[in-house]
């Protein structure tokens, strides 16, 4: 909100990379700003078209919004795309601002994907302790950009937010001083769960999918005549599964599971949905 709030202004041009984070449209939308949307496609592994970006991206271009990794669908934009992305936005003279709560829990690896703001001078990063962390009872984040922004940030914030609380402030820092066992503790949830979720997948032929390389969330595709949200309502009122309709981001026909929940659970649940899959 606070970047958006910094830069954005009734009558900019906006193109924000769907399906992400409501705010990163309804907020330009709600000051003014002319907002185009780049939809990510199934085909195309949920990664940006970079010729339909550049279609969208010319000097009029205040900002350029994207999440990577991204929610819902997992996907990961890898540091060639992004210093694709950043040429893009050059030629424009536009911002690039890329939430990335996610970062950090890459498939792969130490799990940190590369970061706008090391990337691109224009580029902006935000993140926070919700995600990777799993310390969202701590409501505090960051951002990371060129100096001149950061001071216009601080602006807005005296206004929105004065400072977070103490003790939230306190809390985080103990947790980052431990970041490597904190992120070690997620990698071993989000990649042993996001294994076995691949294997049920894999057997459900009324589902189909394109596996996340990050992020905790998956968008998978229902091969049945129901509309998202009915199957949502009805999975939950006859298993007590709750999942999200892709029709509450612009995505019918898929529905987003989180996997980031105690194993067990996780497979006491995908067995509910499976037998509920089996009689209808």
Wanted: net charge negative; hydrophobic share 40%; charged share 20%.
């Amino acid at each position: 909100m606070l970047v958006h709030k910094t830069l954005v202004d009734s009558g900019d041009r906006v193109v924000s990379i769907v399906p992400t984070y409501q705010q990163h449209f309804s907020i330009p939308k709600s000051i003014g700003a002319d907002v185009h949307f780049l939809k990510l496609r199934e085909e195309n592994n949920w990664l940006p078209d970079l010729d339909e970006l550049k279609r969208l991206v010319f000097p009029e271009t205040k900002l350029i919004a994207l999440t990577n990794p991204n929610n819902p669908t997992g996907s990961l934009i890898d540091k060639e795309m992004l210093k694709e992305i950043a040429d893009i936005a050059n030629t424009a003279d536009s911002w690039i601002l890329c939430d990335e709560v996610y970062r950090g829990t890459d498939q792969h690896g130490s799990g940190m994907t590369a970061s706008i703001a090391d990337i691109y001078e224009k580029g902006i990063s935000t993140a926070g302790m919700s995600k990777a962390y799993s310390l969202a009872g701590l409501r505090l984040g960051w951002v990371a950009a060129p100096n001149s922004v950061i001071e216009d940030v601080m602006i807005h914030r005296d206004y929105d937010t004065i400072s977070v609380g103490m003790i939230d402030d306190y809390l985080a820092t103990i947790a980052l001083e431990s970041v490597d066992r904190l992120l070690e503790r997620s990698h071993e949830i989000t990649r042993g769960n996001l294994s076995y979720l691949s294997s049920w997948v894999d057997g459900e032929k009324k589902l189909s999918w394109v596996k996340p390389n990050s992020g905790t969330t998956a968008l998978i595709k229902i091969e049945l005549p129901i509309k998202s949200y009915d199957f949502c309502v009805k999975l939950l009122q006859n298993t007590g599964v709750m999942f999200t309709p892709g029709a509450a981001m612009g995505m019918e026909g898929f529905i987003r599971v989180g996997y980031a929940n105690n194993p067990e659970v996780l497979k006491i649940g995908l067995s509910r949905v499976s037998e509920y899959l089996t009689n209808i």
